[in-house]
């Protein structure tokens, strides 16, 4: 991950990570939380339950056949924006998304942005100082060839030391 180990806690699966950053940032009701289409469920189900507790809406996004995700996803944050949640690539097909723009935009409305990098963690370079990700969650049995059962939770500094704990 390029970062230290302060910002590293390892957990048992995608699932748990996003737990814990869907406790953590600030959805109120009328958000929105912006998904890809077709995403892998682990990064969607959190965000569904955190939607309806919160009565806020899912905005799934389908990707421009012109353009790619990058575009698609960033037409879709707006003002009413809390969390932008995308994988670097999409688990189905590997079309990708350009976390640095797509972090950017989210940045310009107060959105959280959240990372699942299963697909990604270990074949491709991660710039962690460029994307500023919020939460980065991945895997570790893909390519970091850990065992199943093992992931990574990286949060960056502003989420260290006020957060909410899953017991």
Do not use: C, N
């Given at each position: 991950l390029g970062t230290g180990g302060d910002s590293v806690a390892i957990i048992p699966g995608v699932s748990y990570g996003m737990a814990v950053a869907a406790a953590n940032?600030?959805?109120?009701?009328?958000?929105?939380?912006?998904?890809?289409a077709d995403d892998f469920p682990s990064n969607v189900y959190t965000w569904r339950e955190a939607a309806r507790k919160r009565r806020a809406r899912i905005v799934t996004v389908e990707r421009d056949p012109e353009a790619g995700w990058t575009e698609a996803v960033s037409?879709?944050?707006?003002?009413?924006?809390?969390?932008?949640c995308v994988p670097r690539c999409h688990w189905m097909d590997g079309t990708t998304v350009d976390l640095v723009r797509v972090g950017e935009r989210a940045r310009q409305v107060g959105a959280a942005f959240v990372i699942?990098?299963?697909?990604?963690?270990?074949?491709?370079?991660?710039?962690?100082?460029?994307?500023?990700?919020?939460?980065?969650?991945?895997?570790?049995?893909?390519?970091?060839?850990?065992?199943?059962?093992?992931?990574?939770?990286?949060?960056?500094?502003?989420w260290q030391h006020e957060g909410v704990p899953i017991e």
């Open positions: 940032v600030a959805i109120g009701e009328g958000d929105s939380i912006v998904l890809l037409r879709a944050i707006t003002e009413r924006t809390a969390v932008v699942d990098d299963s697909q990604a963690l270990g074949a491709m370079p991660l710039d962690l100082e460029r994307i500023q990700p919020d939460f980065l969650v991945s895997v570790g049995y893909k390519w970091l060839h850990g065992p199943y059962g093992l992931g990574y939770l990286y949060a960056s500094p502003k």
